[in-house]
């Protein structure tokens, strides 16, 4: 997490709050689980490959899919 020096309190605050997203949203990706966005009221999905959907992941079951794959396979090792 980089810092700039010479920011008033505001600004700190508000650095250490983007840095603090930034890193939620990559380690959400990370463990294979979508960042969601809200535009104009419409939700928005970034998926772990990068894209970019409106179609819902959590609804299509897509996710537990993935989670029963994952855990069968650890279990394989």
Request: without cysteine.
């Amino acid at each position: 997490m980089q810092i700039e020096n010479n920011l008033n309190e505001n600004d700190l605050i508000q650095q250490i709050g983007n840095n603090a997203v930034r890193d939620a949203q990559r380690k959400s990706l990370e463990n294979g689980v979508p960042n969601v966005y809200s535009k104009n009221g419409f939700l928005y999905y970034q998926l772990v490959d990068g894209t970019i959907t409106m179609d819902n992941p959590f609804e299509n079951k897509e996710l537990k899919m993935k989670l029963e794959l994952s855990i069968k396979n650890e279990n394989k090792e």
